[in-house]
């Protein structure tokens, strides 16, 4: 569907009003640069790190951290979710251990993970794991549970072998559930991947914000937020992307 | 012709921790091969339970139940269900969803998915999902689907209860169709007695509380069936006063 012009002036109005009072501020000479820069200081700062290769090397670092850790996540949390779905024993056996896991905060793992990891890459895609592994998890379980038993009965009528039903009935009646949960778990995985590296890293998204703040640096942090913001919402466009051209049928 | 199905004392009993319910209560009844029988009786008598029997969905019963002179263990291909939904995999299209259904060595076989769709008259909907169907197209592919598999008895819960009187008489036509070319056993279940008249050549009438088979009439409407004319309507009466004896309410209310 096209949209309109009127609705592309709808959209953008508010970041346009945004900018207008900051920068009406800084005219007003009411903006000082060590806590709150003008919008050009971090126009300014966005070419520097542009020309410098830093704002790339950030982003895609942190970018495959999230990577890694989703896709440990991804694999857990779809098999795990899968099984406990399918055989009750199995989900009485890990239900109390996930209960009680579940509440903890991702970043709440930081320090035990650096006491175990150290401050490298491991620490931080765990804390990136475990942030994508419960609603991956939580989303296959619900979605498998939701198909109607009554597809099973089919596919007794028509003697289909039970494995087949993985791929032709658990799988594709789960898939909107799980796209949900995959959804969900990318964006705790970039929310995750930030807050690791703002404690320990040399590079990554999360270092220049913690960057900025011992460097007295509010437009370096205020960019390194801008990024986060940025990048999350183009990674959940295109999972939306993918999920429409996944489930066709509904 | 031979029998294909033999009841004999039939009896089941849904049993839960606060009661026990009767739903079929000393049930006799055969079923010649090729032979096309109506079920009907008020709701709750036992009608869909009788017809997952037949079907092998329903195997924890007392007496005895005969399929081609042997007991039961299961559904299974041969013994063709359908649902009163039309239980189509909904992200799988037509053609996948009968594909769904064939066994390993017949997956590919285009031709004969080709075929059953033209039997039902849906050529050309092979791509499409079932969203894009209506419901008397969807139950159709139902059919089409079990009649791929070359059953040897086609069991229908009332199929055609969901759907407009107009697509209704035309599924019947194509059914009593299918059943002169492909000579395949037929047993429907419904609530409508016009239904069970006109595609019975036996109908079988049920009562409640305990589901049992209070009569079975034969019908003979000629060839082709007539929906009109003395044939029809005396057999539709007498159906009628099996009903209107036991209670003075017309069927939809015998609740
Ligand atoms: N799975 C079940 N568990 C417990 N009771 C059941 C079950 N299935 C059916 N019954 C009971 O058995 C009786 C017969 O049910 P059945 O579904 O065979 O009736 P029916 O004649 O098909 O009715 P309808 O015309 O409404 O479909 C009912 O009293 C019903 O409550
Ligand atoms: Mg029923």
Known sequence: ??????????????????????????????????????????????????????????????FLRVLKGFGVGLAAGFLVGILSALFP??????????????????????????????????????????????????????????????????????????????????????????????????????????????????S???????DGRSLSRPDIVILGMLIVGIVGKIMDDILKLIHKKLITWI | MANIIEIKKLNKVFRSKENEVQALENIDLTIEEGSFVSIIGGSGCGKSTLLRVIGGLETDYEGEYLFDNAPVKGPSRDKGFIFQDHRLLPWLTVENNI????????????????????????????????????????????????????????????????????TRMNLQEQMLKIWHEEKITMIIVTHDIDEAVYLGGTVVVMTPRPGRIKRIQKVDLGTPRRRTGTPFTLARDEIYREFFSDAEIPIEYNI
């Open chain 1, 1 to 62: 569907m096209k949209k309109s012009f009127s609705y592309w002036l709808i959209y953008l109005a508010l970041p346009i009003i945004v900018l207008a009072v900051w920068e009406g501020f800084d005219i007003a000479g009411r903006l000082k640069p060590y806590t709150m820069p003008a919008p050009m200081a971090i126009v300014d700062t966005t070419l520097d790190y542009i020309k410098n290769g830093k704002l790339w090397t950030n982003i895609t670092v942190s």
């Open chain 1, 89 to 202: 024993k199995f989900e009485a056996f890990t239900d109390l251990v996930i209960q009680i896991l579940r509440p903890i905060p991702p970043i709440a793992w930081i320090p035990l993970a650096i006491l175990w990891f150290g401050i490298g890459e491991e620490s931080k895609v765990f804390i990136i794991f475990l942030g994508a592994f419960f609603p991956i998890f939580l989303n296959t379980a619900e979605g498998v549970k939701s198909i109607d038993s009554k597809y099973f009965e089919l596919a007794q009528v028509y003697e289909v072998p039970k494995p087949m039903l993985i791929w032709q009935i658990v799988i594709p009646g789960a898939l909107p559930s799980i796209m949900t949960g995959i959804r969900l778990g990318v964006g705790n995985a970039w929310v995750c991947v930030v807050a690791a590296e703002m404690i320990g890293a040399v």
């Open chain 1, 204 to 210: 990554g998204v999360g270092h220049m914000l913690s």
């Open chain 2, 99 to 166: 594909r769904f259904s064939l066994p390993k060595e017949k997956k590919k076989d285009d031709a004969l998915i080709r075929e059953n769709l033209e039997l039902v008259g849906l050529t050309g909907f092979e791509k499409s999902y079932p969203r894009q169907l209506s419901g008397g197209m969807a139950q159709r592919v139902a059919i089409a689907r079990a009649l791929a598999n070359k059953p040897r008895i086609l069991l229908l819960d009332e199929p055609f209860g969901a759907l407009d009187a107009i």
